[in-house]
């Protein structure tokens, strides 16, 4: 016999679960059919070298489907609700976070959008402006920065 009598915290923690669960499907579902943007060709291909570099292990692999799949969810709200990325980076990092990244490897993903996404430099300024940096002078103020070349 099944128990319908649920707690009222159970109740609670069914329907959060089941939001986040449409939540993270129409994440999935935005990252199937969205195209990232770049600020240009030589970023394009600049990211295509990060992508590949870092899928050969899986802790390096979450750090670029993370970067893909939020920048791509960002870009979605923007063009479909008319969002500005300050307006929507913090909450859209948390729940495009599906894999469970650490705070290092979202450093790596925040430098790798900040210099080649077509809004990268939007989501800096959030970013500066979250944490207080006034200005960035140089590579030593940006968040984790690697050089993503292709050497």
Not at 118 to 147: C, T
Request: glycine content about 2%; charged content about 25%; some cysteine.
């Amino acid at each position: 016999m099944v128990n319908l009598k649920h707690s009222k915290k159970e109740i609670e923690r069914l329907k959060r679960q089941t939001h986040m669960d449409r939540v993270e499907r129409k994440i999935f579902e935005v990252d199937a059919s969205t195209k990232m943007q770049f600020k240009d060709r030589n970023s394009e291909l600049i990211w295509t070298c990060f992508v590949y570099r870092n899928s050969k292990h899986f802790y390096n692999r979450s750090v670029a489907e993370y970067a893909c799949r939020w920048a791509k969810y960002m870009q979605h709200l923007i063009e479909t609700q008319n969002k500005t990325v300050s307006q929507i980076a913090e909450n859209t990092s948390y729940i495009c976070n599906i894999d469970g990244i650490t705070g290092f490897q979202f450093n790596y993903a925040l430098s790798a959008l900040s210099e080649l996404w077509l809004y990268g430099d939007e989501l800096l300024q959030w970013y500066n402006n979250k944490y207080g940096i006034k200005q960035v002078d140089s590579d030593i103020d940006k968040p984790a920065m690697w050089d993503f070349s292709s050497k």
